[in-house]
Each structure stands twice: as C-alpha cells, then as structure tokens.
T-cell receptor, first 114, second 112 residues
Framework: NAGVMQNPRHLVRRRGQEARLRCSPVKGHSHVYWYRQLPEEGLKFMVYLQKENIIDESGMPKERFSAEFPKEGPSILRIQQVVRGDSAAYFC????????????FGDGTRLSIL | GENVEQHPSTLSVQEGDSAVIKCTYSDSASNYFPWYKQELGKRPQLIIDIRSNVGEKKDQRIAVTLNKTAKHFSLHITETQPEDSAVYFCAAFLTGANNLFFGTGTRLTVIP
C-alpha cells in the first residue's frame, strides 16, 4: 500500500510566482491535512479537507493561500504571488476517518523562494 | 485553542540508557495524544499514540503515559539505540477543534 505521496519534493519559485503542491492520500483515506514547518520548528496546522469540502482553514493565511481536495485527483495547496517568507517545508497528512484518527504524513515539499 | 509545551528541546543520552520527553497541554478537553518521530529531511512518523481513557500504553521499547489531572503526557524510550536519534514531536487533539496541536519538538541524540 502506498503511503501519502507528495510532489514535488523540492520546488523553487521566484517572488511573485505561483506554487502548487500536490498530495495524494493513502488509498481509502478521505481526510487530508496540510501543515507547514519552518526549520527547527514544529508543525503548524494550515487546513483540513474532506473530499470536495474544506472543513477547517483556520491555520491558513486568508490571502494568497488556497486548498482543494477534488472528488478525483490529489489535494492541491496553492500559494499565489509567493514571498520569501513562504519558504518552508509543507507536509500533507491523511487519515481514514476524522481528525482523532492517526494521521500519516507524506515526505513533504520543500519550497524555496528566490 | 490548545497550547502544547514540550521539554526538553534537546536531549543527549548514552546508548542503552532511557530517554524521557514531556509535554503539557492546556485544555482538559483534549483526548488524543500522538507522538511523531522525524529524522532529518524526512516525514514525521507516528510511533505511538494514547487516548484519554487510557493511562499508559507500551510498544516494545516505547511507552507513553498520560496524566489527565495534571494535563501532561510523556514519551519513554528504553534501551536507546543510535537509530533512535531524531526529533520527536508530541501533539494533542482538542475535542471540538479540527486539528492537531504540535509541540515544538525534542532533538534526541543517542551517543554510541
């Protein structure tokens, strides 16, 4: 069974460009979570999605950031007009049921902004 | 919201010794507490978790204890090995919220 798959592993963007991060959950998992991790820091919750629905986006900046989890295909975290401060590792996790079930993480996407 | 504090931030032990990492949480409604191990440049891996209806859980060399009254939980690693070296994160799930709150991590170094 494949685990959570994220791509790309590394993404380099110039300021002002768009970044698209993709996450395919564990097969059969319908709950997806995105976290952001700065160097030497813990994981900060961004958004929680179920198929086609955003359940909680309280950790995601209201501007420039958006997330989706369509009926078909991977979950996408989109960052528009990137700035240097967006540089971080972005991790996706999935669970079979709700938030209180074990979350399994992908390898992350390391976003670097030039 | 929930506030999770984790101590120590760094921990060095000799191979074979035990390591203990402690976390406290602020909201008594939290009811699920997982622990993750993250090696450098890799994904966080769930190593053990505990729910609020249980006081202790053990899996081979790893154990977690929960004290609901004091609102703290701890990770215990016995007979440490060099491959245990990593950053360990605790987390808490607050009933009614929709996300895990993570501690700031403990960098464990096991000295051969």
């Amino acid at each position: 069974n494949a685990g959570v798959m994220q791509n790309p592993r590394h993404l380099v963007r110039r300021r002002g460009q768009e970044a698209r991060l993709r996450c395919s959950p564990v097969k059969g998992h319908s709950h997806v979570y995105w976290y952001r991790q700065l160097p030497e820091e813990g994981l900060k919750f961004m958004v929680y999605l179920q198929k086609e629905n955003i359940i909680d986006e309280s950790g995601m900046p209201k501007e420039r950031f958006s997330a989706e989890f369509p009926k078909e295909g991977p979950s996408i975290l989109r960052i528009q007009q990137v700035v240097r401060g967006d540089s971080a590792a972005y991790f996706c996790a999935s669970s079979a049921q709700g938030i209180h079930q074990p979350q399994h993480f992908g390898d992350g996407t390391r976003l670097s902004i030039l | 919201g929930e506030n999770v504090e984790q101590h120590p931030s760094t921990l060095s032990v000799q191979e074979g010794d035990s390591a203990v990492i402690k976390c406290t949480y602020s909201d008594s409604a939290s009811n699920y507490f997982p622990w993750y191990k993250q090696e450098l440049g890799k994904r966080p891996q769930l190593i053990i978790d505990i729910r609020s209806n249980v006081g202790e859980k053990k899996d081979q060399r790893i154990a977690v204890t929960l004290n609901k009254t004091a609102k703290h939980f701890s990770l215990h690693i016995t007979e440490t090995q060099p491959e245990d070296s990593a950053v360990y994160f605790c987390a808490a799930f607050l009933t009614g919220a929709n996300n895990l709150f993570f501690g700031t991590g403990t960098r464990l170094t096991v000295i051969p």
